[in-house]
């Protein structure tokens, strides 16, 4: 401990030139930069960059134009316009409805799997990977084969094909809105897609939990279910939290699956518009109203905190 | 986490604009390599050739992937043969609109490039691209009307007419025949003809896999006699007819007589050739591909009116576009103009050789041997006589979505017309106020 104390007054004694000092002991900050520096400036020019820019241009009335010009100011005209526009209202509050289902759905299936997996004395690896895979597919991969093989509305389709050992009609998937059949496309895709990587991280919190307690509880007399409400649960609670937040901010970000499978040429339908892809058609289509379109996205990200606030705060209270 | 990501649509954007950025800069860079006059040999596979024989400045042509055989090879030839500039033939896949959109806003942007029906209402708003209506001189009346129409803003052209393109109904002649229906000349004779048609697996039409939601608005308000805007840029729906007509529409709907879910959407001639449906409203170009599969057991009709309105096929076309702010406006107007003013043959060549579409120029369509026999000269007939642009020049994006959105409602949810209908007319209204300020 002196013998430290008494090198770090020799080199501030010693006084090195200014480079070595900037290169920090052992070079430690020259590579600390060398190594975090490119993704830093990456993360600088194509993230912050393009957020502080569109919440910028959320101010302007900025058409076919990312430099508007300062009479162009228009206030909170924009906000005031999205706000009023229902079928942005809609798309949110849609979503904000598709968040309540699908957040505890993936997070009751997920949780499921890993457990099982997790139990699984044979072929552990085996299982792990295969629920693992889906995560691996391209989300645009997955939303043309739901569209186009499975979910086709021709009676060659793969889930006609099924209806039809039945004896059922053929359904046409995803041109019916009455009943709503490609809330069922499209929510089989996302749990296909989405449900391996959640095991994972259920998975990793599993194995941390000391093996030791279940013994303990088991000679209590505490097991299966009651074993998995009292140890397993209160001891997964801060990968349940991560993993809730995730799907939370996953759910109003929907783009990729919902895209793919309901767009057609003229555009995509009034009907479970996430509203990421409402913005695109505002702001990126042929429209290039980034005024409208910054806006917008800067009140979805309002959304999104607040409602991730919300949770963090009921969390803490149910602690 | 939560701050950064939803603003992913400005992420995209700026993305966009880099990548687009790079590719401009690796094509000038090509571009200095190359001025050997050879390097369109080389450059092809890239997608990217340029005309060998000319001279003096490079310009750069933008065009979509077009799917037929052969198509990037002719423009090429064709910029190869013009002598007063190197001619760079572009080819982009992907989300053509959108690229072209976004790279108009850098130095990036393309001297000349193709636009579906012509430049949009925002880029000559914003002085994206110029003016182009001297260079037709007394050929302008030689051009489609409709069409002209169509690329004409306060009384300038925006943009030449590459090739028409045009939708229409098109059936089956033995399936008719055996369920002794006659082609239908009106709209109740063509919902009974469909409904007649419907039997076990094979539905009576098919106008897209959303029921003809996103498709067949405009059609159907022609049939009434009535558009989506007037010529002269006014709402043209606000009319009881109008939701009487998208309610015909509504009643195919739900009387199932609509084939649903195909294989392929549309602009594809699946539904018809494998005998999905009986009928099928889409595009002229599938006729080849329709005759190859079917010999002549087909038949081509236009949309057909209501009582008091007009049977109605759609015309849209390719125009070519110049940007305003290029270094070489007036050369690649000159370019414009000799491609699809005055080479008729190439016209021609392009319209015919490699898919079927028919020339933007009437005394030119007139001379294209394979339009003058069989359906294809009636079709070529009922796009003189019947043609109606596919949208008017003012009716933008927004105002198609609102429409759309309006028209999935009305045919999938049994949404009351005239209720949706106005909600539409407050938002076109909104836009075409923005517009005219």
């Known amino acids: 401990m002196s013998r430290a104390a008494a090198a770090g007054q020799l080199t501030s004694a010693a006084r090195p030139p200014l480079g070595r000092r900037l290169r920090g002991r052992g070079d430690a900050t020259l590579w600390f930069w060398v190594f975090v520096g490119p993704f830093f400036l990456g993360l600088l020019i194509f993230i912050y960059v393009p957020i502080l820019w569109s919440i910028y241009l959320s101010f302007f009335e900025a058409r076919n134009t990312v430099s508007p010009a300062p009479d162009q100011f228009v206030g909170l005209g924009n906000y005031r316009d999205m706000l009023g526009d229902p079928a942005f209202v809609d798309s949110l509050r849609t979503f904000a409805v598709f968040a309540a289902f699908i957040v505890p759905v993936t997070f009751a299936l997920s949780l499921a799997t890993a457990v099982l997996v997790a139990r699984t004395a044979v072929a552990q690896a085996f299982f792990r990977s295969v629920f693992f895979l889906p995560t691996a597919c391209s989300y645009v991969v997955a939303a043309l084969i739901w569209k186009m093989s499975i979910f086709s509305g021709v009676p060659s389709g793969a889930a006609n094909s099924v209806l039809a050992l039945f004896g059922a009609e053929t359904i046409p998937w995803l041109s019916v809105t009455n009943p709503p059949w490609y809330w069922l496309v499209i929510i089989s895709a996302r749990l296909w897609l989405q449900v391996g990587f959640y095991m994972i991280l259920f998975i990793a919190g599993l194995q941390r939990i000391n093996p030791t307690l279940y013994e303990a509880a088991a000679i209590d007399g505490a097991v299966g279910w009651a074993a998995f409400r009292s140890i397993t649960l209160p001891l997964l609670r801060p990968t349940s939290v991560a993993v809730l937040l995730l799907l939370l901010i996953n759910a109003f970000q929907a783009f990729d699956e919902f895209f793919n499978i309901l767009s057609t040429f003229a555009g995509y339908p009034p009907y479970a518009r996430p509203p990421l892809v409402y913005l695109f058609y505002t702001a990126l289509g042929q429209g290039q109203d980034f005024g409208h379109g910054g806006a917008g996205a800067v009140i979805l990200t309002g959304v999104i905190a607040l409602v991730a606030l919300a949770f963090g705060r009921l969390f803490r209270t149910a602690d | ?437």
């Open chain 2, 1 to 437: 986490m939560s701050s950064t990501s939803p603003l992913s649509t400005a992420l995209t954007r700026r993305r966009l604009l880099t990548l687009s950025g790079g590719l401009a800069a690796a094509g000038a860079l090509a571009a200095c390599g190359g001025n050997t006059g050879r390097e369109g040999a080389t450059a092809t596979s890239a997608g990217t050739g340029t005309g060998t024989g000319g001279s003096g400045p490079t310009l750069n042509s933008w065009y979509h992937q077009y799917g037929e055989k052969g198509t990037q090879q002719a423009l090429e030839k064709f910029a190869a043969d013009y002598k007063d500039a190197q001619v760079k033939v572009n080819w982009k896949p992907g989300d053509y609109d959108n690229t072209v959109v976004a790279t108009l806003q850098t130095d990036g942007a393309p001297d000349i490039f193709e636009y579906g029906n012509g430049p949009t209402i925002d880029m000559i708003k914003s002085g994206q691209v110029t003016d182009v209506t001297d260079l037709f001189g007394d050929t302008k009346a030689d051009f489609n009307k409709a069409l002209i129409d169509r690329v004409t803003y306060q009384g300038k052209i925006w943009a030449i007419p590459q090739v028409l393109d045009a939708q229409l109904l098109i059936y089956r002649k033995s399936l008719l025949e055996k369920a002794g229906v006659q082609p239908p000349k009106s709209m109740d004779e063509l919902v009974a003809a469909a409904t007649k048609l419907t039997s076990g697996k094979v539905k009576g039409l098919f106008l897209g896999n959303d029921g003809g939601a996103g498709l067949m608005g405009g059609p159907m308000l022609r049939s009434a006699g009535l558009d989506l805007l007037t010529a002269d840029g006014k709402i043209g729906f606000d009319d009881p007819k109008a939701a009487a007509a998208l309610g015909a529409l509504q009643k195919m709907y739900a009387d199932k007589v609509l084939l649903l879910g195909a294989p392929n959407d549309w602009f594809a001639p699946d539904a018809l050739t494998q005998g999905l449906a009986a009928m099928q409203f889409t595009g002229l170009w599938n006729l080849p591909d329709i005759s190859k599969a079917i010999g002549d057991d087909f038949g081509v009709l236009p949309w057909p009116a209501m009582s008091g309105g007009k049977d109605n096929v759609t015309i849209g076309a390719y125009g070519a576009c110049v940007t305003a702010k290029g270094k070489n406006v007036e050369a690649a107007k000159k370019f414009v103009k000799w491609l699809w003013i005055d080479q008729t043959d190439k016209q021609i060549e392009w319209a015919t050789a490699y898919g079927f579409h028919v020339p933007a120029r009437n005394s030119v369509a007139d001379k294209a041997d394979k339009l003058k026999s069989g359906q294809a000269a009636e079709a070529v007939k009922l796009i003189k006589e019947d043609g109606f642009a596919q949208s008017h020049m003012l009716w933008s994006p927004k105002c198609q979505t609102a429409f759309n959105d309006a028209m999935s409602r009305i045919v999938k949810d049994g949404a009351a017309p005239a209720a949706e209908l106005a909600k539409v007319k407050t938002v076109v209204e909104a836009e075409l106020k923005r517009l005219a300020s």
